[in-house]
């Protein structure tokens, strides 16, 4: 514990330090006075305790444009150029062009996310050996029979609200996010596994604030009750739709309290016997999302979704090789998806929101197993 708390403290020292030097480099030190920066500082901690919020996310976008691999890559273009055309500085333009470069080669993208998505797969093939010397009875799989609630973390309703998201004439045709409805569908063939193994759980499902008229949110909602029916989840089953979309924290703490509200939850079960939270969210996300509930002492089953680097090569396929190490935008935005979860685990260790550094995910997190 000590030494966790050790490493929070000089983590938020670094994390300090980084934000005083940035605003140092954007804003002239006579203009940057307390209260400015104190603002912006206090726009930053806003952030991330009301991420949904539209102001604060469009004001947040702004101020962390320098931790993104674009943002990071065009300022350095900009800071090259002060000094006129005919006085370029090389080193800025090499390190702007080799950040640009590399965050947009999918062979690159690719290893990142893949990491990331592979460490589920190594997380379900470790729980079968975790008690194989002291427990050898307990099943190798979850114990998917006490899973209480469905969990599924999706995006904003609205088929444009999301950030840095063009929708094409056919998708403003639809009322609901395709990333959403994707995930909704993935959670009712999950639910119907659960059923089968002897589960009947509640069906939590969260998404972004909406927008509009009172009807027309309605209606939205309608049309997301109607996704997961078609997908066999009974109605009654289906808890309110909450709006904390993709904010891990604030979702775990509304499931618990709709949990205990509906009584769920047995506090004297412990162990195998426990009850399970099966959680619907994407790969990418997965680990900080599983363990924020785990640290919450509600007991995690990972059910990934979104996978984007588990596609393989074919060997003998050389164009599709030498298209794998060609720049292009999806990579860039594959990159840029891995550090802004990167980031964002960061800040939830340092909130106290994870476990301590010294354990691993998949020594508390139980996967569902494929079909």
Not at 17 to 23: A, M, Q, R
Not at 32 to 37: K, N, P
Request: hydrophobic share 45%.
């Amino acid at each position: 514990m000590l030494l966790a708390l050790l490493t929070r403290i000089l983590l938020w020292v670094a994390v300090g330090l980084l934000i005083w030097y940035v605003l140092l480099k954007f804003i002239p030190r006579k203009f940057l006075t307390w209260f400015g920066g104190a603002i912006i500082l206090a726009l930053i901690v806003l952030s991330f305790i009301d991420p949904n919020d539209q102001t604060i996310g469009t004001i947040w976008r702004i101020i962390s444009l320098p931790l993104t691999p674009l943002g990071a890559s065009v300022l350095l273009l900009i800071f090259a150029l002060t000094e006129g055309l005919k006085k370029v500085k090389g080193q800025q333009v090499a390190i702007a062009l080799a950040i640009l470069l590399v965050s947009s080669v999918p062979l690159f993208a690719r290893a990142l996310v893949g990491q990331a998505e592979q460490s589920i797969q190594q997380a379900y093939n470790a729980q079968r050996g975790i008690c194989e010397d002291i427990c050898p009875a307990v099943p190798e799989t979850a114990p998917l029979s006490r899973v209480v609630a469905v969990v599924i973390m999706g995006e904003n309703m609205d088929v444009a609200s999301g950030s840095g998201y063009f929708p094409s004439q056919i998708d403003t045709g639809s009322t609901l996010n395709p990333d959403l409805t994707a995930r909704l569908r993935s959670g009712a063939s999950l639910y119907q596994q659960l059923r089968q193994n002897g589960s009947n759980p509640l069906v939590v499902v969260t998404a972004g604030p909406l927008h509009g008229s009172a009807e027309e949110k309605a209606g939205k909602e309608q049309t997301l009750r109607q996704v997961l029916g078609a997908g066999g989840i009974p109605a009654e089953v289906i808890a309110p739709i909450q709006t904390t979309g993709m904010d891990v924290n604030s979702t775990v703490r509304r499931t618990r309290e709709i949990l205990e509200e509906r009584q769920y939850l047995s506090p004297t079960q412990t162990g195998r016997d426990a009850d399970r939270i099966a959680i619907v969210a994407p790969a990418l996300t997965m680990r900080r999302t599983a363990l924020t509930f785990e640290e919450r002492g509600l007991n995690a089953v990972a059910w990934p979704t979104d996978l984007y680097g588990s596609s393989s090569l074919r060997s003998g396929d050389t164009l599709a090789q030498l298209s794998d190490i060609m720049p292009n935008v999806e990579a860039l935005r594959l990159t840029t998806r891995y550090w802004d979860e990167l980031m964002t685990s960061i800040y939830y260790f340092l909130r106290g929101w994870l476990p301590g550094f010294d354990v691993r995910w998949n020594q508390v997190v139980e996967v569902v197993p494929p079909n």
